[in-house]
């Protein structure tokens, strides 16, 4: 099998957020090899997709593996196969995907970007856990939970600022949700282009932090649509390696654009 390390949410080598991506010829094998070659990979997810049957309601299956687990939900990761997909020519156009959150649609642009249709995520005020401005090493100003499909607890912070210098304590935060953490604020000066930032770390799927999350620009974008008063948004995902999710509310769908780069293709001899 061909595989392929794409780094997803940005337009050049070594920055956004690296996904593994396996194209099989037919069904997935058991999980347990799916896992394995993950954990191989040691990226935050690892893409696996197979063609389906023409005529159905997707084009093609995919699942999603961190080092540790498989999970319901991964924007880079569908970014980056829809990337492999239409620059080695074995998909045109939308691509359907069938996935454990429903048929995920991906369409690229005239630009070279590429569109993701995601749901989104239902946002629920929740009450600030205790201990968890100790663990981030920042008090939140407000949280709300994200549902099941997300699996986080989004956190709002007084400032860009305060987002960029978070050194928090990764092991505290796990108890405190599903996934991880959200942490977000308003852009200081939205002039350079993003209006809101963000951080995450979900040391629950074995991730401290990760680069930039697809899934949890579905919260991010209704969070800040809200406050802003606009649909359409970019949001920058302050880690290391950095990120821009331009982000589109639509009602119950929130739309996720970005670019991918390929940066390494091999064999898998395993």
């Not at 620009?217 to 406050?227: E, V």
Request: aromatic residues 6%; proline residues 7%; negative net charge.
């Amino acid at each position: 099998m061909r595989i392929r390390i794409v780094d997803a949410f940005t337009d050049r080598p070594f920055a956004g957020n690296p996904a593994g991506v396996l194209l099989l010829d037919d069904a997935f094998p058991n999980d347990d090899r799916l896992q394995n070659v993950a954990l191989e990979v040691n990226h935050a997810e690892t893409a696996f997709a197979h063609p389906l049957p023409e005529s159905g309601e997707a084009d093609w299956a995919l699942r999603w593996f961190t080092p540790v687990a498989e999970v319901a939900m991964c924007g880079h990761a569908t970014l980056a196969t829809a990337h492999v997909l239409h620059s080695t020519g074995a998909h045109e156009g939308t691509v359907r995907f069938a996935t454990r959150s429903g048929v995920l649609t991906a369409t690229p642009g005239a630009d070279g970007s590429i569109t993701l249709d995601f749901p989104t995520a239902p946002l629920t005020p929740a009450a600030i856990p205790a201990g968890v401005g100790e663990a981030l090493g920042a008090e939140p100003v407000a949280a709300h939970d994200t549902g099941p499909s997300v699996g986080d607890l989004l956190v709002e912070l007084a400032d860009e600022q305060t987002v960029r210098g978070l050194t928090p304590d990764h092991k505290a935060l796990g108890v405190h949700s599903a996934r991880g953490i959200i942490a977000t604020a308003r852009a200081e000066d939205p002039s350079r282009g993003y209006d809101f930032v963000s951080r995450c770390f979900f040391p629950n799927v074995g991730i401290d932090e990760d680069p930039v999350t697809g899934s949890a620009h579905t919260a991010l974008a209704p969070y800040w649509s809200a406050r802003l008063g606009r649909d359409d948004l970019t949001g920058l995902q302050a880690s290391r390696r950095s990120g821009l999710v331009r982000t589109g509310l639509r009602g119950d769908r929130t739309l996720l654009t970005g670019r991918a780069v390929t940066v390494i293709e091999g064999e898998l001899l395993a």
